[in-house]
């Protein structure tokens, strides 16, 4: 069956970074768009970054674009987000999710990985 796990999340301080992971299993990776949303407690969950099949095109949340950077390693069936600059704000649940399309709407995207936590502290 098709899985996701992400990895990577964990407690950092403000204005520090974390390189965040999905392996992805059971699918054809190099065939789907992937993409990283967030979920923070009490609100919906929000688009974060999305990378096309071969890795040449990339798209981010207008209020992460310079901080944050999808990329990802198809030799390996491999997603990555690095995350600088983090802020109290980015505190969320990060999931990982593959498409058939490059979108940020999570209703385009069909498997989704359990999440990891990112933690920033003040």
């Known amino acids: 069956q098709v899985q996701l796990v992400e990895s990577g999340g964990g407690l950092v301080q403000a204005g520090g970074s974390l390189r965040l992971s999905c392996a992805a299993s059971g699918l054809t990776f190099g065939s789907r768009r992937m993409g990283w949303f967030r979920q923070a407690p009490g609100k919906e969950r929000e688009f974060v970054a999305v990378?096309?099949?071969?890795?040449?095109?990339?798209d981010y949340a207008d209020s992460l674009k310079g901080r944050f950077t999808i990329s990802r390693d198809n030799a390996k069936n491999t997603v990555y987000l690095q995350m600088n600059s983090l802020k109290p704000e980015d505190t969320a649940v990060y999931s990982c999710a593959a498409g058939g399309v490059v979108s940020k709407r999570s209703q385009m995207y069909e498997f989704w990985g359990q999440g990891t936590q990112v933690t920033v502290s003040s």
């Open positions: 990378i096309s099949r071969s890795g040449g095109g990339t």
